[in-house]
Structure formats: structure tokens, C-alpha cells
């Protein structure tokens, strides 16, 4: 039996989600770069790239030393984390909710919000009134466009 887990749903304006499952990993605490890649954080990858080279140049167990304490703040931290680029690309906290997937997490919140896009998903694309209101006005004449008869 699935059981279920917790997730947390934040969103912008233009209704693109992100959903995190509320809960640790333990790739951010053994191997940061690769957490980073994961959750897409390309610009704290590099400069954590950066300062491992700058490390390791100066010395061996300086490297080793930053390689333990990134490893433990990025897996105490990782939630924070991820809130916190989320935050800073203009989301805010919108739902928390269980689910027994990332992909059921996603169907519930489209049946909330029909109108919600996603990253990576396993769901069509999302319906845009805006455009079935559009081809709808495309034969509408209206007095500044000259009509054939």
C-alpha cells in the first residue's frame, strides 16, 4: 500500500507551479552538486564549482573541510532552500497537501486549478480560454475592417 506523502505547491501570477515533496533527501547531503543539478540551480552549482576549485588550489583538507560543511548545511537547509529560489523567481506558498505521487500531486492540483502549468509533467497542457475566445472572434466584422459580400 502507497502511502502518502506530504507536499507543498507554490505558484506565480502566470500559474506555474512548483511542487516539492516535504521532505529531505538524502542526495543533498551526500553529493550537493548533484542535488543541485536536479532541482535545476545552475547558478549556485557553478559557484559552488568555483569555490571548490579555489578550495582544493589552496589545499586538500581545505577542500575536504567545505565539501563536509556544504554537505551538512545543504541537507538541513534543503527545504529552505528550494523555498527560497522558488520565492525569489516570484512564487509564493499556495498549497500543502498529501499525495501518494509527485504525478497525483499534479492531477490534484489541476482539478483545483484548471489553468496550472508545470515544469515536468505527465499531464497535457493546460485549456487556454483565452485563445478559444479568440478563434471564436476571428469571423466577427467589426466597422473598421471592410467585409467582401
Given at each position: 500500500?502507497?502511502?502518502?506523502?506530504e507536499y507543498v505547491a507554490m505558484r506565480d501570477i502566470f500559474?506555474?507551479?512548483?511542487?516539492?515533496?516535504n521532505s529531505n533527501s538524502l542526495s543533498a547531503g551526500i553529493f550537493p552538486p548533484a542535488w543541485?543539478?536536479?532541482n535545476r540551480k545552475w547558478g549556485v552549482l557553478m559557484l559552488f564549482i568555483l569555490m571548490s576549485?579555489?578550495?582544493i588550489?589552496?589545499?586538500?583538507?581545505?577542500?575536504?573541510?567545505?565539501?563536509?560543511?556544504?554537505?551538512?548545511?545543504?541537507?538541513?537547509?534543503?527545504?529552505?532552500?528550494?523555498f527560497s529560489f522558488s520565492m525569489l523567481e516570484g512564487k509564493v506558498f499556495s498549497l500543502k497537501f498529501a499525495a501518494k505521487?509527485?504525478?497525483?500531486?499534479?492531477?490534484?492540483?489541476?482539478?483545483?486549478?484548471?489553468?496550472?502549468?508545470?515544469?515536468f509533467s505527465k499531464l497535457e497542457q493546460p485549456i487556454n480560454e483565452d485563445e478559444d475566445k479568440e478563434k471564436?472572434?476571428?469571423?466577427?466584422?467589426?466597422?473598421?475592417?471592410?467585409a467582401l459580400v
Open positions: 500500500m502507497d502511502e502518502l506523502k500559474r506555474r507551479y512548483d511542487v516539492f515533496e543541485l543539478a536536479y576549485f579555489m578550495l588550489s589552496v589545499n586538500v583538507f581545505m577542500f575536504l573541510l567545505g565539501w563536509v560543511l556544504t554537505s551538512v548545511y545543504c541537507y538541513q537547509a534543503q527545504l529552505n532552500l528550494l505521487s509527485i504525478d497525483e500531486a499534479h492531477k490534484t492540483i489541476r482539478s483545483l486549478d484548471p489553468k496550472s502549468k508545470f515544469l471564436k472572434n476571428e469571423n466577427i466584422v467589426d466597422e473598421k475592417q471592410e
